[in-house]
């Protein structure tokens, strides 16, 4: 994944963007608490923009949307 200054700049925007709350169950995200989710995976296509990131709680909302994914790769 991409790292370095500018990704922790787009990490800020994204959570200023959602008003520093999680995108998923809307509680105050808290520093080292949350992280910044592809909405489309990359692996299915989905790009580095803003407008396919949001912040999400580590645990459980990212957690949870990366366990569905998983599920669904298994599926195929
Ligand atoms: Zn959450």
């Keep these: 994944m991409e790292r370095g ?3 922790m700049a ?3 925007r994204v959570a200023l963007r959602h008003g520093y709350r999680c995108a998923a169950c ?4 808290m520093p080292g608490a949350w992280e910044c989710d592809h909405i489309v995976p990359r692996e299915q296509g989905g790009s580095n923009a803003e407008s396919n ?3 999400l709680c580590k645990d459980p ?3 949870e949307k990366s ?4 599920h669904q790769r298994a599926k195929g």
Excluded: F, M
């Design 5 to 7: 200054s500018g990704w």
């Design 10 to 12: 787009k990490r800020e």
């Design 26 to 29: 809307d509680r105050v995200l």
């Design 53 to 55: 990131l949001q912040p």
């Design 61 to 63: 909302c990212h957690r």
């Design 67 to 70: 366990a569905r994914e998983a």
